[in-house]
Structure formats: structure tokens, C-alpha cells
């Protein structure tokens, strides 16, 4: 059974980043096969340089680079997305692949539940 | 086939084209809510759009009727919650766009 | 086949609270089995015990006890993000020294791992958004 995961929130503005990376989390603690979509606003999730501390929240970038040591290695982000918002300095993301709006559209198709957050 | 939800108006291009992106030949749209305002619009919608693409177009009548949206406009499905749970189940999974 | 549903938005500030009630209570009525309804995010707010709407307005808090009455139905609110949202059960108004709690009977307050296990055990998961 594979979850694939959809973030589209920008991080710091609504709590929907943190939202859904804690179902991120959860789903690898019961060691389900999770897969994490970065499309839209969640694109700003990716930019290097955070420093969330200045408006007393956790540091979201900090929190994406530890979840391959949780078992969550399936991480992707839609290259169109992050072109539009020319964004060029991503953090430390070597397990983060960017993929098409084809390659995305297969992903929709083949993942057993999609929750979009 | 995947069933899609959408529950906001036109103006939310960005939801839209999300879905535009996104939906297949084989999958069904329902519009809930807010997106119910839509099936007056599809008559107009580029090449691209979700409209043109999807196999089936549903609207939840109470949606519709509490917004006076048309009941006859063409190519529309109006469907009650009974027939959505059931839609629910006949696709392979469905993928809210909110 | 049974189905679980995930409610994000709260009653009464947007539409999806009460679609999601609409939808859980179609497939009750066809015999279809719901294995679970969890409320994440601000859907949370469907288990305010203190929640008042006016009396000539739907009331969407009873409405989920009464379905739950009805058909036996799990309606868990995560923890985490009732705790966040200031909704608590006796249990944690206890362990966080608390003078009350408002948590409405029939909600239980459970982690994400109920999420999870109603993806890995339901047939479909549909969510209702803000």
C-alpha cells in the first residue's frame, strides 16, 4: 500500500507544511511505503537559508533533510514549479528528484492513496 | 481512473491548472462546493482545461441547486452523496483539489 | 469495500466539514462500511464540546454524535493537533494540569498512526479540504 504524499503549502504561513510532514513521519515510524510530492508553494519548502527561529517556528528545511535517516527517501520536486519560482538555491537536496508534469502524473496514477495537505 | 474532487471556483487558476495537469482521459471530476459555480464556465474552457479532458463531469445537486447553478446544463452529471460514494468506489482512488 | 474519510476544515468556516458529514452518512445509509473518519488540521473543531451554533442553524457537532450513535462509527481527532488547537480530553487535561476539558463525547482523541492504519486498511481515503 503506497502513500504518496502532496505538499502545495508554502512553509511558516499556515501550519500545513509541519501537517504534513508529521503524517510524513508517522506513516514511516508503522514503516508504510511513503512517497513525498513537493508542488506549488511547497516548491518554497525546498530554498536554502531558513531561519525560522526569527518568527519562533521549527525550521521546516532542517526537518526535510532528517527524514531519510526516518526511512523516507522518496522525495520529488516539480521542476515547472520551482522554475516559475525561480527558485535557484534549494537546501542540502541530493535525495529530492525533480520530475516532469509527466513523470508527476504517473505518480498521481500508480500511488494506492494520495493526500494532498 | 481516478476520481477528482474540486471544490473551488474558476478564479483559483492555480488549483485548476494543478488539476488540468493532472487528469487523464479515463478520470471523472466532481465538482463540490464552491466548484459547482464551474459548470456554468466549461462551455468556455481552453483546450487543456480538466473540462476537456476528463471522461465525466459530476456536480453535487445540492451544491448546485443552493447556489442557483443551472440543473440542465449539458454534459453535466447532477449527482446526490449516495451516487458520489458510489462514484468513490468504482475509481481507483480519489484526489481532492481544494 | 469499506472507506475512511480525512476532514481538515473546521464546521461552519468552510463547506468541507459538513460534505464530509454528508458523505459519511450516504455511506452509512448504502451499507458501505467507514472504517474511520479522522479530523486533522482545524477539522479538529467537529469534536468542540462547547461549540453553540444557533438553534436555527444546522448543527454539525450533534450531527456527527447522533451518526455515531446511529451506526457505530470511529471518529478519531488527532491528538497533536486538537492539543495545538485547544481541544482536550479529560485524560490530557489531567496531564497537563488543566481545569477542563471539551472534548465531545463520542470523539476519541488517537496520533496519526490511526491515519496511517486507515490507509493501509480502507479501500479509499477521501478528503475533505478548507
Redesign the interface.
Known sequence: MSILLVQQSAPYGNSSAKEALDIALSAATFEQDISILFTGDACYQLMANQNSEKIDQKNISQMLKALPIYGIEEMYVDEDCLRKRQITHLTDSSSIKKLSKTDIKKMYQSADTVIRL | M?LH?I?KTSSHE?LNQ?LS??V?ACDSVIL???GAYQAQQLTSTPVNHWSQTAKNIYV?E?DALARGVSMSIDKINYI???K???L??LHD?????? | MNISILVLSAPYSSQGAYSAYRYTQAALKSGIKVHRVFFYQDGVHAGANLATPPQDEFNLYTAWQDLKLEYELDLVVCIAAAARRGLINAAEAKRHNKQHSNLANGFELSGLGQLVEACALSDRLVTFGY
Open positions: 481516478i474532487t471544490n492555480s494543478q495537469d493532472t487523464d463540490i462546493e464552491n453535487l445540492r446526490d452523496y449516495t458520489f460514494v458510489e468513490s468506489l482512488k480519489v484526489i481532492s483539489w481544494y
